[in-house]
């Protein structure tokens, strides 16, 4: 029995959100084969990713329905948006779009807030030349007395430092070569914001309220520390 016999409304919309919630929330093991295999040929359909933006517009769905269709935007960003370098208007488009999500789905879990980060800052590869201004924007939008902002940034930050190892991004060699001379020209800007960052926590409210306990944001500032260096 496949995923077909499963999965019989015409409308992937829907389809979606039940192998979604079958593959985290069934106790059946072939159940959740058949959800995920879906999930998997879901990817390679032509509508997924206006599905997938479709989905993080839509209010009240399950946790893990919004992180799926991020992995699908994430992919489709990774492999797929190197045909789109020179249309600042998809650009422009696609980074409202993620800067409203990070902003609507900051205090949701944290690993939803790092996957749409992680897609901001992969789309700041293919901005870089028509669009270069895309990061101080986001710096604007979340520099406030936030922590799950400043946690936001902290991840866009973290992920662009580690864009230039990721050999698997499909683009050719010279815009590559292009996106680390920017990286090296904002280098000096993100380590001041780290250092106004680093020093605000340690004062004040933010200290009241334990950030330095928190594992989630301790680590993160060992990653960037890495990074730094």
């Known amino acids: 029995m496949d995923e077909r016999t499963l999965f019989t409304n015409d409308n992937d919309f829907e389809n979606f959100k039940k192998a979604v919630h079958l593959l985290y929330h069934s106790n059946d093991t072939d159940i959740k084969k058949r959800a995920d295999r879906f999930l ?31 992995q699908i935007i994430k992919k489709k960003i990774r492999y797929d948006f190197g045909n789109y370098i020179d249309n600042k208007e998809i650009i422009l488009n696609l980074s409202n779009f993620l800067i409203e999500k990070i902003g609507e789905f900051k205090n949701h879990k944290t690993y939803l807030l790092s996957n749409l980060c992680k897609c901001f800052a992969l789309l700041t590869i293919f901005s870089h030349h028509v669009y270069p201004e895309l990061l101080k924007i986001v710096v604007n939008k979340f520099n406030n007395s936030d922590i799950r902002c400043m946690l936001a ?58 950030i330095a306990n928190d594992a989630n944001m301790m680590n993160l500032f060992r990653i960037m520390n890495k990074n730094v260096r």
């Open 40 to 70: 998997c040929n879901f990817d390679l359909k032509k509508d997924a990713w206006d599905i997938s933006i479709q989905l993080l517009g839509t209010p009240s769905l399950e946790e893990e329905v919004y992180y799926n269709a991020s």
């Open 153 to 210: 940034l902290l991840f866009i930050f973290n992920y662009i430092a580690e864009n230039e190892a990721e050999s698997d991004i499909v683009i050719d060699e010279d815009y590559r070569k292009s996106y680390i001379n920017y990286l090296q020209s904002i280098g000096e800007d993100v380590l001041i914001y780290l250092d106004y960052i680093i020093k605000l926590i340690s004062i004040g409210n933010y200290k009241q309220q334990s």
